[in-house]
């Protein structure tokens, strides 16, 4: 959206949340890197971002809403309509990550973003147990809730580390369960969701973000090679991710490279779970029904485990996904597992995810610890 520099999660569709604006951030440095864009584009586009972010409204609680309008910058509910909606630690999370590897690439915009997140109250999205609290608001009634599933917890709390705030009780993996499918074992979370009203799908999405973002290293890791994970936990788990996947291609000749996605009707927004309510290979809603026939091989997952894992089966993947685009709109969701057919929505994470994971292949874990004196340590 050209009058206010800030690009739709789902094309033609004018909202987004903070984990959209992450993907932009990242997928800018990667059309840089790439000259896809000019410097000056890069430059323009990239204040346009940062100027929201000092600007934005905020919630009452001082942290940023879910959704924005991409049109008029408002907060907005998920109908685009005007609403303070309430706040996802998340969320913000995978932004203060973008933002942190912005940074990283444009030195010179550090006090800016700085400025910006100096603004929000940390005490809402991070308890005194170091657990991360998203929120909602309905009626002018806030509710605070305990965020995240195992996987997205862990990868959301490397944003808090970086600004040296410590998510203890997220980062600790617990409380956990074991799904056993092919002889490998899945670490999946252990939180009953009669209780604590939290789906728990295994999918994809967070263990990869970590691969190429972290290399599955811990944050001040400097040294590391790519070869060498210095979070053994974490890497572990993402291989038995990969593994799982390739050994149902093995065993049973299907094609699996399975996150999260929209699709052009209802329930318009899935998990196509590795493992979920007690069943392998289950796609649900949030709602927790069943979706079986919208499963995807998704081309932002075949592209990130392709980038990460140098196999046989990655390559057979990124044969599969390779054509899956529109000359000018951008990448697909990917091909539906049942018909092979096209899933043609075009979204921000499934075109930002290609490019992070390119951009990976180029230069290796995207987030650099660095000891530079920054505004935020004034």
């Known amino acids: 959206q050209l009058s206010t520099g800030l690009v739709n999660s789902i094309d033609n569709y004018p909202t987004m949340d903070m984990t959209s604006l992450a993907d932009y951030l990242l997928a800018l440095q990667a059309a840089r890197q790439f000259e896809l864009i000019s410097t000056k584009a890069h430059d323009e586009r990239l204040t346009m971002a940062i100027d929201f972010l000092v600007k934005m409204p905020l919630t009452r609680q001082g942290v940023p809403n879910k959704v924005y309008s991409t049109s008029n ?44 997140v100096l603004r929000w109250n940390f005490c809402a999205l991070v308890s005194e147990k170091g657990e991360l609290y998203g929120g909602s608001i309905n009626n002018g009634e806030v509710n605070s809730y305990k965020e995240g599933r195992l996987g997205i917890e862990e990868y959301a709390s490397y944003g808090y580390l970086d600004w040296q705030i410590i998510p203890k009780k997220t980062m600790t993996l617990e409380p956990y369960e074991v799904a056993t499918i092919n002889g490998i074992d899945l670490l999946f979370d252990g939180r009953d969701p009669r209780f604590f009203d939290v789906l728990r799908p295994v999918f994809s999405t967070p263990y990869l973000w970590l691969g190429l973002e972290f290399n599955w290293d811990d944050i ?100 599969l ?34 490019l992070e994971a390119l951009l990976y292949k180029v230069n290796g874990k995207l987030y650099q610890a660095k000891e530079n004196k920054e505004y935020r340590d004034v």
């Open 73 to 116: 910058r408002a907060m907005v509910n998920y109908a685009n309509q005007p609403a303070e909606l309430g706040w996802s630690a998340i969320d913000i999370g995978r932004l203060l990550i973008a933002l942190a590897i912005t940074k990283q690439h444009n030195p010179e915009f550090s006090e800016y973003i700085d400025k910006a």
């Open 220 to 319: 001040g890791d400097i040294d590391s090679l790519d070869a060498q994970h210095t979070n053994a936990p974490l890497a572990a788990m993402a291989d038995s991710i990969y593994q799982v996947q390739q050994s149902r291609w093995d065993k049973e000749r299907i094609y699996t490279a399975r996150g999260e996605h929209v699709v052009s009707g209802e329930p318009y927004f899935v998990y196509d779970a590795i493992y979920a309510l007690g069943t392998p290979w289950i796609t649900v809603a949030e709602d927790g029904s069943s979706h079986d026939q919208l499963a995807l091989i998704s081309t932002r997952v075949a592209f990130q485990m392709w980038a990460l894992w140098k196999t046989d089966y990655t390559e057979r993947l990124i044969t």
């Open 321 to 354: 996904v390779k054509e899956l685009y529109h000359p000018q709109r951008g990448w697909y969701e990917g091909r539906y597992e049942v018909s092979s057919a096209y899933e043609k929505s075009i979204t921000l994470k499934t075109n930002a995810g290609v």
